[in-house]
């Protein structure tokens, strides 16, 4: 192997950067290939969004280190950016620091062995990474002693259909149908939701940082109302850990969302898993596998998570839990249907292996289908690989990992019958059997 040959990193985005900046720690060749025009381009998209971490958990200490010779000083540790800050106040300056090493407007559209498909096990490993890769240029290819992707999910998020496939009429009704937490303060946007009803589909974060921003839209502009359909038959721990959250600004926002539902601002629909998109008087209207539909909308705003795409990865030999589409030995330290309390076991580089030696996933993308990824568990994986690449075994297994405590211990996973069996030992109800149920939540006296 061709020792001048670089390690190839595909994403210029925190994960993406952070390991070329642990990489050049090491005095190893580097090149990222961010198919965007800027860094962290993905996160540009939802810059309007607050993160739940602060400073202290979101610079690499590698990519630190570089940073620090160019004159850049480090923003408070206790100050929690927007996206936007994010990328304008690291990612940008990192990008900047790496200089030539960071290529944009580069797409890679397929990864293999030299002479090698995927059949062939002749010599493998001997033969460095064939990276194709589109500009405007045309294409071209890189050659590499190593790949670690770490393009994220940003550009593929889960469907309306509550099977994994687009419902019936998704993609038809895509002008109405939005896959992204709404920007109000983008006139264009307010505009769309000002006065108007909007369905929100999904649990996680996403959906109640939108949920609190329409609440908040309502009391400013009459007529606006918005509903929230979940698929399970519970709002259960929808609303998170609350003050029980080590992530205090997390905690906080279903502490907003809760309020938000409890003052009547938000109506929360049940056990509804939407198989259709049918259209009234040109309003989209969300049927379920039964065919009972909810009332007709203007908006429809997605919030299902993401997906990995694999798809230019065919030619490499990938060991990838058939589940969740995550690394065989990661994905049981971070199943939804199992995991629980936000704890992560520690992991590198021995759990983001696969069988094409010297190839890695990292990042948002690492977890496949799995939600929730923090900055830090980045970070830490890519210092892990880039130990693994110089050949340093005892640091890329000395992983150390501990994660803020989320206060509430059901996956996503969990299924209905779970999810039932708890609330009943909780002693409350909020589960339901059978079809699509309207909930309505009463602030106790005083709360609001």
């Known amino acids: 192997m061709t020792v001048e040959l670089p390690v190839v990193v595909i994403g210029g985005g925190p994960a993406g950067l952070a390991a070329a900046a642990e990489l050049v720690d090491r005095d190893l060749p580097v090149l990222v290939l961010e198919r965007g025009g800027r860094a962290g381009a993905a996160v540009a998209e939802w810059g309007h969004v607050r993160l739940f971490s602060s400073w202290r958990d979101l610079v690499d200490p590698a990519a630190e280190k570089l940073l620090t010779g160019t004159g850049w000083r480090r923003p408070a540790d206790d100050v929690y950016p927007t996206g936007r800050e994010w990328v304008e ?67 593929s998020p889960n469907p ?96 907003r969302a809760k309020a938000a539902v409890e003052a009547g601002h938000i109506r929360v629909v049940t056990g509804f898993r939407a198989a259709e998109v049918r259209s009234e008087h040109g309003r989209p209207v969300l049927v379920d596998g039964n065919g009972q539909p909810l009332e007709p909308v203007d908006e429809v705003v997605v919030l299902t998570g993401f997906r990995p795409d694999l798809s ?101 996973g969990l299924s209905d019958a779970s999810e039932a069996e708890a609330a009943a030992e909780a002693g409350n109800g909020c589960c339901s059997a059978g079809g699509p149920q309207e909930v309505e939540l009463t602030a106790p006296a005083g709360t609001l």
């Open 89 to 155: 106040s690291y990612l940008v300056p990192l990008a900047d620091a790496l200089g030539d090493r960071v290529r944009f407007g580069a797409e890679v559209t397929g990864v293999s062995r030299l002479g090698r498909d995927r059949v062939v096990d002749a010599a493998r490993e001997q033969q460095p990474f064939t990276v194709r890769v589109r500009t405007e240029g045309g294409e071209e290819r890189v050659l590499a002693r190593a790949v670690v992707d770490a393009s994220g999910t940003w550009g």
């Open 160 to 255: 309306l259909g509550a099977d994994g496939l687009p419902a019936l009429g998704e993609d038809t009704a895509g002008a109405r149908i939005s896959y992204r937490i709404p920007d109000l303060a983008d006139p264009r946007v307010r505009d769309r939701h000002a006065g108007r009803a909007t369905a929100v589909v999904g649990r996680g974060h996403s959906a109640l940082t939108t949920i609190v921003a329409l609440a908040a839209l309502a009391e400013e502009e009459p007529g606006t109302t918005a509903v929230w359909v979940l698929r399970r038959g519970g709002v259960g721990d929808a609303f998170g850990g609350g003050e029980a959250d080590q992530l205090a600004e997390r905690g906080a926002l279903g502490l």
């Open 312 to 412: 230019f990865l065919s030619e490499i030999r990938l060991a990838v839990d058939p589940t969740l589409q995550a690394p065989v030995e990661l994905a049981p330290l971070i199943d939804p249907n199992v995991h629980s309390c936000g704890t992560v076991y520690p992991h590198g580089a021995k759990e983001l292996s696969h069988p094409e030696e010297g190839f890695y996933l990292a990042g948002m993308k690492s977890y496949g289908r799995a939600p929730t990824f923090l900055a830090l568990t980045g970070y830490e994986q890519v210092r892990s690989i880039a130990a693994r690449v110089a050949g340093d075994h005892e640091a890329a297994d000395r992983v150390e990992l501990v994660l803020p405590e989320t206060g509430v211990c059901g996956g996503s």
